[in-house]
């Protein structure tokens, strides 16, 4: 199909609404819920009081504004605290308008939700403590791994070729900062999770040289902004306005802001340059799932 352009893509959110569930919902009702992470490192974080912020965040705004554009109105945009658990229900009953946080993109979801094209794309590894003498997941055996509730990276592991033989026990946290608590806290022994998560966490810890990433890539997975199936409009939204920041030079400056650089609340910096699987992504905009990057 030929790309259109985003004026366009806004013309035809005004024009035809049959089939734009969210353009006449927020039109009627005037407000449009972003769902949004506690600590999905630099991708998407509290600030506290119900404020948000985030290289996911900052596009979802940049979307949001074009959808204002289409409705013809000024919305309000609302902020709901997601989780790895509720995040596909809270989009799929409409609770959620569009998923700004660290969601993997892979085919199992894509039956049950959309995916906006790529921004970013993850390598998933493993964090301990600097001091535990753990470099590979061949010293996980009988150790504490924690994990995420909702999220794959376990999973992930267990599938990996070096994990053939090595028993360990998954612990779970709520959310990723609850994760790292139990690394943090001793009551787990590594954290596999996505790497910009891990670094976000390291760089906000209270000692953070007492940590660091190690061990072998588990996965590459494009991390997507999620919304609901059959809005095909919304969808052409998203990706032009995605495709927009790409060619004029902006995605890249926006991923520098959030990983490059000092970011709020505590002024630290994540320091995880845009991977060449990132840049990949944005050189040819997409929405495969996981299993096509795994095929490589």
Same mark, same amino acid.
């Not at 022994?189 to 998560?197: C, E, W």
């Not at 919304?227 to 409009?233: A, I, S």
């Given at each position: 199909m030929k790309k259109i352009g985003l004026a366009l893509a806004i013309a035809m959110l005004g024009g035809v609404t049959a089939q734009a569930d969210t353009l006449d919902k927020v039109k009627a009702s005037g407000t449009v819920t972003m769902g949004v992470r506690d600590s999905s490192g630099a991708l998407s974080f509290t600030l506290g009081e119900g404020k948000y912020a985030g290289f996911h965040v900052e596009i979802c705004q940049r979307i949001l504004a074009n959808l204002e554009k289409a409705a013809g109105k000024k919305l309000e945009v609302k902020y709901l605290s997601v989780t790895s658990q509720n995040r596909i229900p809270l989009v799929q009953n409409g609770t959620v308008d569009i998923e700004c946080g660290s969601t993997t993109n892979n085919a199992a979801r894509q039956k049950d939700v959309?995916?906006? *094209?790529?921004?970013? &794309?993850?390598? &998933?590894? +493993?964090? #301990?403590?600097?001091? *535990? $003498? +753990?470099? *590979? +997941?061949?010293q996980l055996n009988g150790r504490n791994v924690a994990t995420t509730t909702g999220t794959t990276s376990v999973q992930l592991l267990r599938k990996h070729e070096r994990a053939n033989g090595v028993d360990f026990k998954e612990v779970f946290g709520k959310d990723h900062a609850d994760s790292f608590l139990l690394l943090e806290s001793g009551?787990? @022994?590594?954290? #596999?999770? @996505? $790497?910009?998560?891990?670094a976000g966490n390291i760089a906000t810890a209270k000692a953070p040289g007492d940590f660091k990433i190690v061990g072998e890539v588990l996965s590459v997975e494009p991390i997507a902004i999620m919304?609901?199936? @059959? @809005?095909?409009?919304l969808k052409r939204l998203a990706d032009d306005t995605i495709h927009d920041l790409v060619k004029s030079g902006e995605m890249a400056k926006i991923y520098d802001k959030w990983f490059m650089q000092p970011i709020p609340p505590k002024n630290t910096r994540v320091g995880l340059a845009a991977s060449d699987a990132t840049k990949a992504a944005w050189a040819n905009l997409n929405d495969k799932p996981a299993e096509d990057y795994a095929k490589k």
């Open positions: 959309s995916f906006a *094209s790529t921004a970013y &794309v993850e390598e &998933v590894r +493993i964090a #301990v403590k600097g001091n *535990s $003498g +753990i470099t *590979s +997941i061949a009551r787990a @022994d590594a954290f #596999v999770m @996505d $790497g910009q998560i891990l919304m609901r199936k @059959d @809005d095909p409009l």
